[in-house]
Nanobody
Framework: QVQLKESGGGLVQPGGSLRLSCSAS????????IGWFHQAPGKEREAVSC????????YYADSVKGRFTISRYNPSNTVYLQMNSLKPEDTGVYYC???????????????????????????WGQGTQVAVSA
C-alpha cells in the first residue's frame, strides 16, 4: 500500500505563496489519483484539488480556483500544490490522499465540458501546517 508524506507548509503573509509536496513510498504514484485536502481549525477536512493518475485531469474547489495549481511528476513520485495569493482562510493543515475521480454528468452537461468530482480519500499522509497571517 502506498504511504504518503506532505511537506512544504509554513508561515506566510497574506498574498504570499507556498508549494506543498506529496511524496510517495511503498508504491509508485502513477496508478493513483491524488487529492489535496484542507482542514481549517475547528472545521471538517475538505478537498481543495485533485488530479487523475495519467491524464492530468483536475478538480479545484471554488474557493481556490485561479489561486492554486495541482501538478504531478510521476518520475519523482510526487504531487505538488502551488498555492498563490494566499488568504488567512487558507490557514490549516493540508493533507494528501489517494482519491477516486469521476465526471459529474449534470455539471459536465451544464458546462459543456468535463467537470470532475473527487471522493473516497484513503492512505492519508500526516499533514503539513500552513499559516497565513500578517
Amino acid at each position: 500500500q502506498v504511504q504518503l508524506k506532505e511537506s512544504g507548509g509554513g508561515l506566510v503573509q497574506p498574498g504570499g505563496s507556498l508549494r506543498l509536496s506529496c511524496s510517495a513510498s511503498g508504491s509508485t504514484l502513477d496508478s493513483y489519483a491524488i487529492g489535496w485536502f484542507h482542514q481549517a481549525p475547528g472545521k471538517e477536512r475538505e478537498a481543495v484539488s485533485c488530479i487523475t493518475s495519467k491524464d492530468n485531469d483536475k478538480y479545484y474547489a471554488d474557493s481556490v480556483k485561479g489561486r492554486f495549481t495541482i501538478s504531478r511528476y510521476n518520475p519523482s513520485n510526487t504531487v505538488y500544490l502551488q498555492m498563490n495569493s494566499l488568504k488567512p482562510e487558507d490557514t490549516g493543515v493540508y493533507y494528501c490522499a489517494t482519491v477516486s475521480m469521476t465526471p459529474d454528468p449534470v455539471a459536465s452537461w451544464t458546462a459543456n465540458d468535463v467537470i470532475w468530482t473527487c471522493s473516497n480519500p484513503d492512505s492519508w499522509g500526516q499533514g503539513t501546517q500552513v499559516a497565513v497571517s500578517a
